[in-house]
Each structure stands twice: as C-alpha cells, then as structure tokens.
C-alpha cells in the first residue's frame, strides 16, 4: 500500500479513484464495511480505491483535555487499512491551519487532487472550520465537479451502533471480548520488551514488560494474552497495573507484564504486540508473596483451560494463532 502522508504530493494520476474519507480509529466493523464496499465498488468500476485519513486525531490540536485517547497507534490503523485490500492511503496531517480551512475550498482541494469518481462518508461525518462542512455540501460540490457522494450505512452490534467511542468504553471497563467482536480480531498493543524490576524471576513467574506508544490501556487486571514475536503468537497471562503486593504505596508507575507459558527465551528489547482475549479479574493487593503466587498459578491454569477449549471448537479469535513456546528470561 502507498501512503501519502502531504497532501501536495497527491496527484490525480490513478484511475477513476472511489475514495472515502475519516479518521478511521480502531478501523472496526462498521469501517471495514465500508472499505470492503468500497474495495468492491472501485473494481466494478475498474477504478482505484483510496482512503483518506486524518493524524492526530482533530480533537487533539483542537481540544486536547477533550481529545479520546486513541483505539490503534497510526502505524496499527493503517496496517488493518492496507489488509483490507486498499493500495493508496493519504494521511492528512491536521493542524490549525487546517481547522481554520473553509470546508468548501478543503472539498474543492480534495479533488483537485485526486479527482475522485465517487466519494463516501459516514453519517456524522462533518469538516472544514467550525464542522460546518456536511454530506450535504459534498453532495452539492459533487453535482458541480461531477462526482457521486455516497452515504455509508451504521454496522450495528446486539442492536447498538458499532463505534470508536463503543470500543472504547468496553476497553476501559475491561471488556475485551466485546471490544474483539467490535473490532473482529483481539485488541492489541503494540511495542517492546523492557527490563522490570525482576520481582517475576524472583517469584520463578517471568514476565515480558511491555513500553507501548499505545494510549489506550485496558482496565487493571488480569487477562488471557497472545504474545505476538517474530510472525508466531505465544499463550499469555497478562496483568495491567501498579502491582500493589510488592510495591504498595502511591507512585508506582503502571507495568504492562506478560507471563509466557511454556516459554524461556531472552527477549529483551524485541518488538511485540500484545492481543488481550479474555478479562480473568482484577488486580489486588494480597497479604503477601506466597497468596500472591498461589493466585498467579491459578491464573495460569484458568488462561490453559481458555485455550483448551478453544482447541476443542470453541470460537477463536480472528486471526489468533495460538501456539506455546520454547521462548524469555525477563523481569
């Protein structure tokens, strides 16, 4: 996939181009929908489909205190995009000489550009300065150039509209199945493995800490994980928290631990993305080290009968590979 990230380097050089346009966060159902759609239309068209995305989110030079923390990194949004089936993305930086556009001479920029046979929207959609710009105007504008503006249907789950704003209330209520169903594939975090205190080798648990760009951190607490390393995915026990048993009192800094099964192997400083599949409980605080490891080796055994019955028919999550390793000493 080509990714333009200036829209002065954007040409009208492909043919017959089908384009929608949005922020794209998460690229959940309701956005793969539409892309599928539009994947589908341009080739009946012998045409071009293209996304047009924004980075960073409007509301993140706009509003900053009000801005939602983001569902994917933009490298994770546009690796769903690019499996998707589209060859050209244009990632539009938005700035405040942006927001301060006309929406009128942005839409007329837009296709001067690209020159797009039809364009999509979703039904909220709005741009240019102060939101003033709507389906409406497009529609209005299209008539002009002679462009089709089409309006996506809403993708609903157990009769609620699929959002980001959906996914992200279920991840920070620590409802991870439900936001894997949103999205159609686990949440994912993605980033490196760093050094921990090494409490985990200490307890003979070793965990693989993870520093992650992500801004959206589930809810504390425990949770079957995949660890993706190297193209293969390793079986996990995950905690999200301030481990309050061994470091109790207030400053402690959120750690991000994976325990692999069946895993020893040094990968420190490998990058990793990390799939969280089901919320096992809450992080506590125990009255000390052996409660603690009593209740992380119960935690084991609950994440093994999750993937036993996953390998007895039960539904696995998209794209999910589960294999256990020979892999970390880590801390």
């Given at each position: 996939m080509k990714v333009i990230t200036r829209l002065e380097d954007l040409a009208p050089e492909y043919a017959l181009p089908v384009a929608t346009v949005g922020n794209f966060d998460g690229v959940h159902l309701g956005h793969q929908s539409l892309?599928?759609?539009?994947?589908?239309?341009?080739?009946?068209?012998?045409?071009?489909?293209?996304?047009?995305?924004?980075?960073p989110h409007p509301l993140q030079v706009l509003a900053a205190n009000n801005a939602p923390l983001q569902i994917q990194?933009?490298?994770?949004?546009?690796?769903?995009?690019?499996?998707?089936?589209?060859?050209?993305?244009?990632?539009?930086?938005?700035?405040?000489e942006l927001a301060q556009r006309e929406a009128?001479?942005?839409?007329?920029?837009?296709?001067?550009?690209?020159?797009f046979r039809e364009?999509?929207?979703?039904?909220?959609?709005?741009?240019?300065?102060?939101?003033?710009?709507?389906?409406?105007?497009?529609?209005?504008?299209?008539?002009?150039?002679?462009?089709?503006?089409g309006k996506i249907h809403q993708v609903q789950f157990r009769g609620?509209?699929?959002s980001s704003t959906a996914i992200r209330q279920a991840l920070?209520?620590?409802?991870?199945?439900?936001?894997?169903?949103?999205?159609?594939?686990?949440?994912?975090?993605?980033?490196?493995?760093?050094?921990?205190?090494?409490?985990g080798s200490k307890l003979r648990i070793p965990t693989a800490n993870l520093e992650t760009p992500n801004e959206l951190i589930p809810r504390r607490g425990v949770y079957v994980s995949l660890l993706e390393l190297e193209g293969c995915r390793y079986r996990g026990v995950t905690n999200i928290g301030f481990r309050?048993?061994?470091?109790?009192?207030?400053?402690?800094?959120?750690?991000?631990?994976?325990?692999l099964l069946d895993f020893d192997r040094d990968i420190y400083g490998a990058p990793v993305t990390l799939e969280f599949?089901?919320?096992?409980?809450?992080?506590?605080?125990?009255?000390?080290?052996?409660?603690?490891?009593?209740?992380i080796g119960k935690d084991v055994r609950d994440a093994r009968r999750y993937f036993r019955r996953l390998g007895s028919g039960a539904s696995a999550p998209a794209g999910a590979l589960h294999r256990e390793g020979t892999s970390a000493h880590y801390a």
């Open positions: 892309i599928r759609d539009l994947v589908s239309r341009a080739a009946s068209l012998g045409g071009t489909p293209v996304v047009l995305t924004f980075h990194t933009l490298r994770q949004r546009l690796a769903v995009i690019e499996a998707l089936g589209i060859p050209l993305t244009v990632v539009i930086p938005f700035d405040l009128r001479d942005f839409a007329h920029e837009l296709w001067e550009r690209l020159v364009i999509y929207v979703g039904p909220n959609f709005a741009f240019g300065h102060r939101r003033q710009g709507s389906f409406n105007l497009l529609k209005e504008i299209g008539e002009e150039k002679g462009f089709l503006t609620s509209r699929v920070t209520s620590g409802h991870v199945g439900l936001a894997r169903r949103l999205l159609a594939r686990p949440y994912a975090l993605e980033g490196r493995v760093v050094h921990g205190r090494g409490l309050p048993t061994v470091t109790p009192g207030a400053g402690a800094a959120l750690s991000i631990e994976t325990h599949l089901m919320r096992l409980r809450d992080e506590r605080r125990f009255a000390g080290l052996p409660e603690l490891q009593a209740q």
